[in-house]
């Protein structure tokens, strides 16, 4: 007994000593270094800018030698933008801007992005300018207003060229005067710090080189890294999803046309619940796009016609009337210049073509259930045909929807003649002999 109980505490001692070995940091195996690649190809939105954020803190977790941001963007939010930049301006660890690959721009927003970056690259048959602010609602602003956010988005950029030792006159010069340059004169003038073809070229060039941050200074060794390839999450695909204008216009459509089957079909339920779930999202996405609420208004006015349609005989004027207001409405929903804020037409023309003909269905067939002749109760037998089961002279049966009634009638009808019923009063039925 005792040797056992000797052996059973030597082995425990040899495992507890070999774990609390493991643990030293001269025993912990050397975490393999790596660079993590996050990849933009969208409008620069809150969704987006969250993304941006999570990849540089996941990045400093892993202890990534850098961080490089391949972008291809149109522009986008300035208040997003400016988020973005201040994550990377203040990130532990190197972070490179890529716009990549080839054909692909960095514009408006994206400028701001790339000279913020602490190495910028561009691939072959790229570009980077046009920085000018835009309006989120389209207008035009007035002369003062404008001079303010300009200056303000001058005063901007200079400070992070010359913060990252870049050109500032060029940069200055693509928010006034919106000019767009290639990688080769952006290189040329020192916009950006080299071009790569690939990011394993990016990753050759960029070895060796001093990054000053702000509490040391760090010499990248990035030649021959394996790559890590961050993903979006969930979330954060959901809300990019619901930012893109397209999204949120269907989204709309179809939460107003739930609402409205569960409106004239009081208890259906599932409707009213989808529509309802739709628009909140529809509206949850119109915070970051530029909607124009005289087309919201004109979207409410057609389904408010199509509506009326029901209680006026306008012979289909109100329906067409609808259908304008409603493409006018869509058409007008998103006032804005620049492209990726607005719906593509190939989404408005089919969105308006079904829920018009879905509203005009709904009517169409809201109306017939009210010109219809009833089929059951005593309004039921009015018009129906039947044959009389005794003579009637003037009262007797008839035999009528499978069923027998008293009838009477203004004349004599022999039995087995075929009759129409013309009246019903309680328990009896008026009837007369049809040829």
């Not at 790559?227 to 979330?235: D, I, P």
């Not at 004239?264 to 970051?288: D, K, W």
């Amino acid at each position: 007994m005792g040797k056992k109980l000797f052996c059973a505490f030597f082995f425990l001692g040899l495992f507890l000593s070999g774990l609390l070995l493991s643990l030293l940091p001269g025993f912990l195996p050397a975490q393999e270094k790596q660079v993590n690649i996050l990849k933009i190809n969208d409008a620069i939105t809150p969704a987006i800018a969250d993304f941006i954020k999570r990849g540089i803190e996941q990045s400093v977790q892993d202890k990534a030698e850098c961080l490089i941001i391949q972008m291809d963007t149109p522009g986008g939010l300035d208040l997003s933008m400016r988020d973005i930049i201040k994550e990377m301006m203040n990130a532990e660890i190197p972070i490179v801007v890529y716009v990549s690959p080839s054909g692909a721009r960095a514009a408006s927003a994206g400028v701001f992005i790339t000279l913020a970056s602490d190495i910028a690259a561009m691939a072959p048959g790229t570009n980077i300018g046009a920085a000018h602010p835009v309006a989120m609602g389209g207008g035009k602003m007035d002369r003062t207003m404008a001079e303010k956010v300009v200056n303000d988005a001058v005063a901007y950029i200079e400070s992070i060229a010359e913060k990252r030792g870049r050109n500032v006159k060029w940069a200055a010069k693509a928010v006034r005067e919106s000019v767009s340059i290639t990688e080769t004169e952006a290189l040329k003038i020192k916009i950006i710090d080299l071009i790569a073809k690939d990011v394993d070229d990016l990753l050759a060039k960029i070895d060796g080189k001093t990054i000053e941050k702000s509490r040391r200074t760090l010499k990248l060794a990035t030649k021959g890294l394996k790559t890590n390839r961050v993903e979006m999450g969930f979330r954060e695909s959901f809300l990019a999803t619901l930012s893109n204008p397209n999204i949120a216009y269907i989204l709309m459509m179809i939460g107003m046309a739930g609402l409205y089957f569960e409106l004239s079909n009081p208890g259906a339920v599932f409707p009213g619940v989808i529509g309802g779930i739709c628009l909140i999202l529809a509206f949850f996405a119109f915070r970051t796009l530029p909607v124009n609420y005289a087309g919201i208004l004109l979207i409410l006015l057609g389904i408010f016609l199509f509506i009326a349609e029901i209680k006026i005989a306008s012979y289909g004027l109100l329906s067409v009337g609808g259908v304008i207001s409603l493409a006018l409405g869509s058409i007008m929903l998103f006032d804005s210049p620049l492209p990726f804020l607005r719906a593509s037409l190939t989404v408005i023309i089919p969105t308006v073509l079904v829920a018009a003909g879905f509203f005009i269905f709904a009517v169409t067939m809201t109306v017939k259930a009210h010109r219809a002749k009833p089929a059951t109760g005593r309004e039921g037998l009015i018009d129906e045909l039947g044959t009389a089961a005794t003579r009637i002279a003037p009262e007797g049966k008839v035999f009528v929807h499978g069923e027998f009634w008293n009838a009477y009638a203004d004349g004599i009808i022999e039995e087995g003649q075929k009759i129409r019923v013309v009246k019903a009063e309680g328990l009896r039925v008026k009837v007369e002999r049809i040829s």
